[in-house]
Structures are given as C-alpha cells and as structure tokens.
C-alpha cells in the first residue's frame, strides 16, 4: 500500500472515531440532567443537554392538583409536595425512555433514576400515584405496578380508609352507616320511626359515594376513575349490594312503624268508647267519693235523739205532753172501771151515765 493510501485510510478511520465519540457523548448527556422544578406529582422540569425539558414520568399517574382548568384531585397536593422533597432543584438524576419520547402534548416521557431509586415506582410505593399504561410505553409499568401493590395492601395514600377524601374512605364510612342499622324491629312507634330514618340517611350517603366515584371523568380526575374501574371495582360491587340490602331493610322498618300506628290507633279509639263504669281500676280509684246522699244515711230525727229523762215536749197546740206512759194520768172513765167496773160513772151536770 502507498503511502498516499495509507494517509486516506487513517484520515477515513479516525473521522469515524471521532464521530463516534461525538455520537456516544450526545446519547449519553440525553440520559444525564439537573432538576429545575416540580410542576405536580408526575412532571417535573430537568435540564437535559443544555435545555429545559418539561419531563413526563412514564407509567405512573398522580391526582391532579396544579391545572387551573381542572380542580384538584383527592392527595394531589401531597404528592407534589413528595416529589418536590424527593427531587429537590439541583438534584442529579438519570433518565430512561420507552419507544415513544414524547406525549400529544410535546412534553417528554422518561423514567427518571435518584442513584438507583426509579421515582416513578416510589411514588407509587407511597400511595401518591397509581400505575397506568399507554401502549406502547410499557417498560417501567410492572414496577409501577408492583409499587401500587404495595401500597394498596398496607393502604397507604390514596388507598388509605383513614384519610376522608380517598375512595376507599367514602365507600368505608358509607359501608359502617349502613352496617349500623339495626336488623331488629323497634317495638314502639317512635323507636321504628328511627330506625328507618337511620336506614334512609345510611342509604343516601352510600348512593351518593357510589354516583360520585362512577361518574369521574378520566380527563378531569384520571386516578379517581382508573381507581374506581380497576383496583377498587370490587369495593364499589360490595357498596352496591350492601345499599340494596340496607334499602329492604328499611321498608321492614317503615312496616313495622305503620303496624304500630294502627295498634296504637285502634287502643285509642277503644279506650274512647268505654263507659265510665268500664273504666281501669285505676281510674276509678283516682275519682273522688260521691257525698252520701239523704236517703242512704238518714239522719236522727229530732225525738230519737232527745234525752230520756227529758219528761214532756210541746205540742203543736202548745199543750204540754207526756210522752212517758206510766206518767200520763188516767181519763174519768179508766179510773172508774178500775174502782168498781159496775159503778155508774157521774156524768156531767149530775146526770148518770152508762156504766164505765
């Protein structure tokens, strides 16, 4: 080979190592960036190869919280504010990417590496996000998945029964109301009259959790509707069935309340038929004693309660009277038949008269 030839070939191979060199050290500054700021819980701004770069964390999803046109998911704030303590601004990070690098929206979809923790399944692992996955980026989705998992069996953030905006909190409380229904009919009026009232007001809140977690609309809440038609679907069937169980329970109660009624009615109605002599002992009892009457007690006539020594009493006439026998003097004719039964009784003016 000459020496002309020779020149040519080390020219040709070292413009291709250089070119290599060039090619391996742009790849690799893609791959390589500095956190500027957190926008939510999934999209933070990094500086990649000199530019800021709006980056979109790959198969994983947290509630909405910083779109003006959109109101604010349930933990939306709370995972933003865990973003922003993990990837505080100036922290190094590493990237990753998929088959599709960027959304409709021209942000750029990456899977973002502090040292070897992958932030998109941290967050998840918290309970801050959700997995979620739009073909055909599906590389990191099963890690995300696994994460949520985790959070899901120890209820952590969105999964939480404890925090009172979360789904799982809704579909619990509305779940006890409904639970705390006595199943045991009232034996008064008043005591069934309330525990349907109870039954009402448990159903009601039980129908309103299940309307509002069915009717999320995707753009607006995505974690609340992924939640309700995947991972929580089963909760929301058994709050269904539980409402219609709660509901015939309270048209028992509300029988129980009208078959009361009419008992009570009808006592009422009898008790007001009743005479005065068919009245409760009771009743006769608490009326005052009618006065005794003339004829029941009749009072002491006058000569029954005079003294018996008492010897004479006037009469109308004004005459005075003795009412002792033994006292009373003998008329002419008794004395005459006592003196002699055949004597002749001197009558007036010197006349006889017939025997006594």
């Known amino acids: 080979m000459t020496k002309k030839a020779i020149g040519v070939s080390l020219l040709v191979t070292g413009a291709m190592a250089v070119g290599a060199m060039a090619l ?32 979109q964390l790959l198969n994983v999803a947290t509630p909405q919280t910083k779109q003006p046109q959109r109101s604010a998911e349930c933990l939306g704030p709370e995972a933003a504010g865990f973003l ?18 960027t959304d409709h929206e021209g942000q750029t979809l990456a ?3 502090k040292a070897d923790q992958l932030i998109n399944s941290e967050i998840a692992a918290q309970g801050f996000g959700i997995a979620i996955k739009f073909d055909p980026n599906t590389k990191f989705h099963e890690q995300v ?24 909190a809704q579909i619990n409380d509305a779940m006890k109301a409904m639970h705390s229904v006595s199943v045991e009919l009232g034996q008064t009026v008043e005591q069934a009259d309330a525990r349907a009232q109870q039954a009402a007001a448990a159903i009601a809140a039980g129908r309103a959790a ?21 991972a929580l679907a089963p909760a929301l069937e058994d709050l269904a069935e539980t409402i219609e169980q709660t509901a015939d329970l309270e048209i028992q109660h509300e029988q129980q309340v009208a078959t009361l009624s009419k008992k009570v009615n009808a006592g009422r109605k009898a ?29 002491k006539s006058k000569k029954q309660s005079q ?3 008492q010897p004479k009493r006037v009469n109308p006439d004004r005459k005075p009277v003795n009412d002792n026998p033994l006292e009373q003097k003998p008329s002419r004719e008794h004395l005459c038949s006592r003196v002699n039964p055949r004597a002749n009784c001197e009558a007036p003016n010197g006349q006889s008269s017939k025997n006594c």
Do not use: W
Not at 146 to 166: L, M, N, P, W, Y
Not at 273 to 282: D, F, I
């Open 24 to 55: 391996t050290s742009s790849s690799a500054s893609e791959h390589r960036g500095t956190v500027i700021q957190v926008i939510d819980g999934d999209t933070v701004d990094i500086m990649v190869s000199g530019a800021k770069t709006r980056i």
């Open 84 to 101: 922003e303590r993990t990837l505080p601004a100036g922290q190094k990070v590493t990237l990753e990417y998929d088959a599709q690098r």
């Open 111 to 113: 899977a973002v590496y």
């Open 145 to 168: 998945s696994q994460a949520q998992r985790e959070a899901e069996s120890a209820e952590r953030g969105v999964f939480s029964t404890k925090i009172a905006c979360t789904i799982p």
């Open 210 to 230: 299940a309307d509002a977690l069915q009717a999320q609309d995707r753009k607006e809440q995505l974690v609340s509707a992924a939640l309700a038609e995947d």
């Open 271 to 299: 008790a007001g038929k009743q005479s005065p002599t068919q009245l409760p002992e009771e009743s006769k009892a608490e009326e005052p004693r009618p006065k005794k009457s003339q004829t029941n007690s009749p009072r």
């Open 307 to 309: 003294p018996e020594n």
